[in-house]
């Protein structure tokens, strides 16, 4: 996960690298301004230890070298975009990165400019008397909010790549809250404290001359290079917005028709695919898997210049074989077209937006559980329905609990039987929540024999856990799509289960749940197994009884 949090070129890494540098800068910047709230002592003081960092040869030039990078690269990056449509919150952080320096550069001429060039002691109650009770007031707490807001929405794009990001989540959101609501209430604070000793007029002289007010002449001159250096910003970022739309007029006299059956024609820049072009120009066009290759709803077949496309890479060809796709059908999200082309949707979408969503479903790697009753045909063979349906009901009550408190939902019941799903954030906690679940459930299946009456036979069960890739989604009409899963996984669930009766065991566990839910496989005491219908060999986990799993699992990692 760590290479995932550091993939892309040089450019994503400097533009990542040099936000966490801004960010951390930014925060304890706000922290310093919160604790005017607590003590003009404790904000001096902090203040003077988070300069001997920022102000030192090396943080200097670190900061610096950080932001200059980071705007720079935004620009690049705004040059070369080759489409400005963009998420909610991805153009939200684009908009408040470009307001940022039209405040951020007045705040570093009159502090840090100020300092080196006048001697200006620029101290937190002097920044804070220089704008108070001025319209500066309220634009650098708009500042304060667009830097916060720009670098938080960073952050969690950043970090939601990662397996642990989710559960920590509401605790960073309430962090995110806390920090800018704490710097505000620091400023309001120490605004009216100092503020009020400045217009009072009695401390007045010791102030200034403790902050080394700058003359007059001085504040002209900051004025002059606030608004020199604003004007350069403003320049480039007219420049880049100049090369973006110069880029576009380029690419369009470049651009390839695509020409739909039963629908537009188009114009788009080479180098997109089939598909990036349809959704850039908001041709409805069906894609469940996002464009991943990963299922076949998004092909087309090219009814004009198919000769015009290279050959299908080796996994395009393979998608396609699977639905026995004649020679000129091709998955939109894998080709790139060069000329022009006509082409017919094989899935057109109706535009009704109740049922897309929950339709396209969403892939995930989670552990299934399939239970099954052994022996139940012949122990309610001559009973009536209403008894059978009364031992089910019985039996059910039982077992589901288990499932459900470690976790679990049932998918669906089937008959004697049920299929149990173990969503969670990432597949380590969920292979965990079936093992659990196996072992709640053999416990409870003992409380439950133990209730019977002498005269009644013990039920006994068989479980199937695996671990695997399933698509989760509404499947069936419109009006009667109940969500539910399917995919090689669950198949494979289902023949662990039969296996266990040839077994003669209650459990059988695949080497992949162990190893997901932290295990070291080689610890146990594993068998492997052709199963029908599952192409390769599978290692599994016999254990005699569910209710003994945690022994098992213990007793294999001595």
């Known amino acids: 996960m760590a290479s995932a949090l550091w993939q892309g070129n040089w450019i994503s890494r400097t533009r990542i690298i040099t936000g966490l540098v801004l960010f951390a800068y930014a925060f304890f910047h706000f922290l310093n301004i919160g604790f005017g709230l607590l003590s003009p002592a404790w904000m001096d003081e902090f203040q003077d230890a988070r300069l001997l960092i920022t102000r030192s040869a090396l943080g200097s030039t670190v900061l610096y070298a950080s932001l200059i990078l980071h705007a720079g690269l935004a620009l690049w990056s705004l040059a070369r975009r080759r489409s400005l449509k963009m998420r909610f919150s991805e153009g939200l952080q684009t908009v408040l990165g470009f307001l940022i320096p039209l405040q951020l550069l007045n705040h570093l001429v009159f502090t840090r400019y100020s ?88 401390q007045r002289p010791a102030l200034m001359e403790d902050f080394n007010w700058p003359s007059n002449e001085a504040f002209d001159e900051l004025f002059q290079i606030n608004s020199s250096t604003l004007t350069g910003f403003l320049v480039l970022l007219g420049l880049a917005a100049a090369a973006h739309v110069f880029g576009r007029l380029l690419r369009r006299r470049r651009a390839v028709r695509i020409r739909y059956a039963f629908g537009p024609e188009i114009r788009a820049e ?62 939109a999200c894998q080709i790139q077209p060069q000329a022009p082309l006509t082409v017919t949707r094989m899935f057109r979408p109706d535009g009704s937006k109740g049922r897309a969503h929950a339709s396209q479903g969403s892939e995930q790697q989670l552990a299934v559980l399939f239970l099954d009753m052994r ?54 906690r969920s292979a965990r929540a079936a093992l659990d679940a196996a072992a709640a459930v053999g416990t409870a299946l003992q409380d439950f024999n133990a209730g019977l009456p002498d005269s009644e036979p013990h039920i006994r069960v068989g479980i199937g856990i695996h671990l695997g890739e399933l698509v989760l989604g509404e499947i069936g009409s419109a009006a009667h799509a109940p969500r539910t899963i399917i995919g090689d996984s669950v198949n494979t669930a289902s023949r662990l289960e039969a296996q266990t009766k040839e077994l003669g065991v209650e459990l059988l566990v695949s080497a992949r749940v162990l190893q997901a839910a932290g295990y070291e496989a080689e610890g146990f005491a594993l068998q492997t197994f052709q199963l029908r219908g599952v192409s390769a060999p599978l290692a599994a986990l016999p254990v005699e009884q569910a209710a003994a799993l945690p022994r098992v699992l213990a007793a294999g990692q001595r």
């Open 115 to 202: 300092h080196e060039i006048y001697g200006t002691n620029d101290e937190m109650p002097y920044v804070i008397v220089l704008m108070w009770n001025s319209p500066e007031a309220g634009q650098q707490t708009a500042l304060l909010l667009a830097v916060w807001i720009h670098g938080c929405i960073g952050l969690h794009y950043w970090l939601r790549l990662t397996r642990w990001w989710r559960a920590l989540l509401p605790w960073m959101t309430g962090l995110a809250v806390f920090v800018p609501g704490f710097a505000l209430a620091g400023f309001l604070t120490e605004g009216r404290r100092i503020y009020g000793l400045f217009v009072e007029g009695s």
């Open 270 to 331: 080479r180098g997109m695919t089939l598909l990036e072009m349809s959704q850039a120009n908001g041709v409805l066009h069906t894609s469940l898997c996002g464009g991943k290759g990963r299922c076949t709803t998004c092909r087309v077949v090219v009814d004009e210049g198919v000769e015009t496309l290279p050959p299908p890479s080796p996994d395009e060809a393979r998608s396609l074989a699977r639905v026995k796709a004649p020679a000129n059908m091709r998955l």
């Open 375 to 428: 022996g139940f045909t012949a122990r309610t063979s001559g009973q009536l329905p209403y008894d059978v349906v009364f031992l089910l009901n019985r039996f059910f009550d039982a077992i589901v609990p288990a499932i459900t408190g470690a976790g679990g939902t049932v998918d669906k019941y089937l008959g004697d039987g049920l299929l149990a799903l173990f969503e969670a954030p990432a597949p380590d």
